[in-house]
T-cell receptor, first 112, second 111 residues
Framework: NAGVTQTPKFQVLKTGQSMTLQCAQDMNHNSMYWYRQDPGMGLRLIYYSASEGTTDKGEVPNGYNVSRLNKREFSLRLESAAPSQTSVYFC???????????FGQGTRLTVV | EDKVVQSPLSLVVHEGDTVTLNCSYEVTNFRSLLWYKQEKKAPTFLFMLTSSGIEKKSGRLSSILDKKELFSILNITATQTGDSAVYLCAVRKGGSEKLVFGKGTKLTVNP
């Protein structure tokens, strides 16, 4: 029972480099989310996808892009990483509006 | 702008104490409020509340929602050191899959 799987778990990037964070869920959930968590800031929504083929901006979308590749997978791309994007990134999924969201184990990203 | 505000931001208690964590919100078209516990890694789900006045309970934890006053509380009785964690409150808006979190309350339970 894998649930929500994120890769990689840790990553160090240089300023200006690009990378994609991967997320996959095996629960047949419709909705998927990307959050970042910084000390004292709680979880802030970057982007979400209500269903396959749709994506919407959250609170802090600047500097990020997302792709809902299929129902299982929702990736987050940093085109040109900046030190301000140093954070822990969490992917989550939920079946629908009436159910809880399940979280992956997080990706700790450091941009130097 | 949607807001979810948790208080206190941090709390230190002794084992056996009872604690109350608060979550107030201002969102358009409220649908549900969720509580999560976060230890080292991923948040884990505790409760989802949609109706006012109905208490959800799981062991020593309980939660209730007041939709008129726009807040929820999470109670933990007879706290244990294993309850030490960050407790997160989130609100889901109707007509949207958006799930907005508060900053969390860091609870430390000392032996």
């Amino acid at each position: 029972n894998a649930g929500v799987t994120q890769t990689p778990k840790f990553q160090v990037l240089k300023t200006g480099q690009s990378m994609t964070l991967q997320c996959a869920q095996d629960m047949n959930h419709n909705s998927m989310y990307w959050y970042r968590q910084d000390p004292g800031m709680g979880l802030r929504l970057i982007y979400y996808s209500a269903s396959e083929g749709t994506t919407d901006k959250g609170e802090v979308p600047n500097g990020y892009n997302v792709s809902r590749l299929n129902k299982r997978e929702f990736s987050l791309r940093l085109e040109s990483a900046a030190p301000s994007q140093t954070s822990v990134y969490f992917c989550a999924s939920s079946q629908n509006l009436n159910t809880e969201a399940f979280f992956g184990q997080g990706t700790r990203l450091t941009v130097v | 702008e949607d807001k979810v505000v948790q208080s206190p931001l941090s709390l230190v208690v002794h084992e056996g104490d009872t604690v109350t964590l608060n979550c107030s919100y201002e969102v358009t078209n409220f649908r549900s409020l969720l509580w999560y516990k976060q230890e080292k890694k991923a948040p884990t789900f505790l409760f989802m509340l949609t109706s006012s006045g109905i208490e959800k309970k799981s062991g020593r934890l309980s939660s209730i929602l007041d939709k008129k006053e726009l807040f929820s509380i999470l109670n933990i009785t007879a706290t244990q050191t294993g309850d030490s964690a960050v407790y997160l409150c989130a609100v889901r808006k109707g007509g949207s899959e958006k799930l907005v979190f508060g900053k969390g309350t860091k609870l430390t339970v000392n032996p």
